[in-house]
């Protein structure tokens, strides 16, 4: 758990010092990789994380409800990050303000979600591998925190306030996975829990890698690299999820 953890803090951290060293541009190269990310992200929610839901709840209408809720959370989220979490880096001039917290907050919110698909095995029914949901993480945390990076630095000038906000956001993924460990072990967790807390992150995630499908498109017009990207990072999830 804590070597997961400790890849998933230095993933989110380590783009703030590329970006303030060498800079980070919106180009058609990173829009590929939002694509793979997107398609990847979308395949491991429908073949992964919405069954586990399903199946650690007991209950597909119980599952269904807070997927539902785990969807519009996100979009409240997005209300006050401007999209970050799903690579968003355009920055408005009125995020020189109070918007920056509420971003913060916003992504710190978001992260301590996502932690929580990472929970100790042994508090699901199945034991499964989670490498499938540890590539996932992986992959839409990269653009996730370049993109943060990048709004950082336009907010800020202070090189410490931006390594220290970029610092507190890769530590929200780890607290998430230790927090749902000490849930589960409390008296107050049910047998269900991890199958809620599956089923609102999967309606997060679905938010989310969407968005970046009609981001990325907003004329839903797609080229042919854009969809063998896409293709491509469906297919991986797949490869993944049944051979590893």
């Known amino acids: 758990m804590w070597i997961n953890a400790s890849i998933l803090f230095w993933i989110a ?38 069954p586990e839901a399903i199946t650690e709840t007991g209950d597909v209408k119980l599952a269904g409800v807070f997927v539902l809720l785990g969807y519009y959370l996100q979009m409240a989220i997005e209300y006050f990050s401007t999209g970050v979490e799903h ?3 355009h920055l408005h001039h009125h995020h020189k303000g109070k918007e920056k917290y509420y971003i913060l907050f ?6 301590l979600m996502e932690g929580t698909l990472l929970m100790h095995p042994s508090h699901m029914h199945e034991e499964g591998s989670h490498t499938t949901l540890m590539i996932g993480m992986i992959l839409h945390k990269i653009p996730e925190a370049f993109a943060l990076a990048t709004v950082l630095i336009g907010m800020m000038e202070a090189k410490r306030a931006i390594f220290g906000w970029q610092f ?11 927090l749902s460990d000490v849930w589960m072990d409390s008296p107050w967790a049910s047998e269900r829990t991890p199958g809620i807390l599956f089923a609102l992150v999967a ?10 499908f009609f981001e990325a498109n907003p004329q ?20 993944v999820e049944y051979i590893l």
């Open 203 to 212: 309606g997060t995630f679905m938010y989310i890698s969407t968005t970046i």
């Open 87 to 89: 690579g968003h880096m």
């Open 168 to 178: 507190l956001f890769a530590l929200a993924t780890p607290v998430g996975i230790y």
């Open 13 to 50: 951290f380590l783009p703030a010092v590329l970006v303030f060293r060498f800079g980070m541009k919106n180009s058609d190269r990173y829009k590929y990789i939002l694509s793979f990310s997107g398609a990847y992200l979308f395949s491991i929610t429908i073949i992964h994380i919405l």
């Open 220 to 239: 839903h017009k797609y080229t042919s690299n854009r969809i063998w990207m896409a293709l491509l990072g469906g297919s991986a999830a797949v490869l």
């Open 106 to 111: 916003a992504m710190c919110l978001h992260g």
